[in-house]
């Protein structure tokens, strides 16, 4: 898990902040494009002004949750505002986490883990792997450790949310299939000792450019990295619950 994110300040002034925070986040995530005050202070009936969206953003943009591209633009959040907004989805109820659970606990049920080498349970773990990149629409692998092999399915997914995002570029397409191939070698030396660990942006070691984001998670029976990696504005709660009931199923 994340180191924890709290804003400075107490009382209302906080809970104003942190609510105008997530509803940003949750807004750039539809979206993609830089966030307006009047935007939030309509669409999320906030009860409180746009001038007071503004100076919210003003103060949330001067201790780095924020980030403003150009002069006229609204906001758009940064790697700090990202792990607050993630901090907050672990601090949610289970509803979400039983929902893939249940979505699993069959497929899992095919996997023979402890015979691995058996080429038919590899196929199952494919299948599992791609159930994975379909239900978070990313690229997802899993690594088996000791066979230092990698499982990997979804690449299609990683390249639709650039095109939309508007990130693709003969250089970054390089830079990726680059790092895909580099891939193996940074899950061996890689540790987890909390699960599901997530990298965002430059915390991300798999992809040189900021715009991305991992997220892994370790199972013991066989031991095997299961990861998704994407864009930075993925769908967090979502990818996270399914990682999370992965790891709850696989114990």
């Known amino acids: ?37 009047d935007v939030l202070g309509e669409k999320y009936e906030l009860g409180i002004s746009s001038a007071t969206i503004r100076n919210c953003f003003v103060v949330l ?11 006229s633009s609204g906001r758009v959040p940064t790697d700090k505002a990202w792990k607050f907004f993630i901090e907050k989805i672990f601090k949610e109820d289970d509803d979400f986490l039983n929902h893939w659970e249940k979505m699993f606990s069959d497929q899992l049920a095919k996997v023979k883990f402890k015979q691995i080498e058996n ?36 690449l299609k997914y990683m390249f639709s949310e650039m095109i939309a995002e508007e990130l693709l570029s003969l250089e970054l397409l390089q830079e990726i299939a680059e790092s895909l191939e580099r891939l193996e070698i940074k899950l061996e030396n890689m540790k987890i000792e909390e699960t599901p660990l997530i990298l965002i942006g430059k ?6 450019s900021d715009q991305f984001s991992s997220l892994l998670t370790a199972i013991s029976q066989p031991k095997a990295i299961f990861g998704i990696l994407g864009p930075k504005r993925m769908p967090y709660e979502r990818n996270i619950a399914i990682l999370r009931a992965l790891t709850n199923l696989t114990i």
Do not use: W
């Not at 943009?61 to 403003?68: A, N, R, V």
């Open 203 to 208: 915390d991300n070691p798999f992809i040189k």
């Open 1 to 37: 898990m994340i180191t924890k994110i709290t804003i400075e300040n107490t009382g209302q002034d906080k809970d104003r902040k942190e609510i105008i925070l997530e509803v940003l986040v949750k807004e750039y995530l539809q979206t993609g494009e830089p966030v307006a005050s």
């Open 61 to 71: 943009t001067e201790k780095g949750y924020l980030h403003k591209p150009y002069i």
């Open 119 to 154: 080429q038919k349970n590899r196929r199952k773990i494919k299948e599992l792997v791609e159930l994975i990149a379909d239900k978070s629409h990313s690229f997802s692998f899993c690594y088996l450790i000791q066979e230092k092999e990698l499982i990997k399915q979804g």
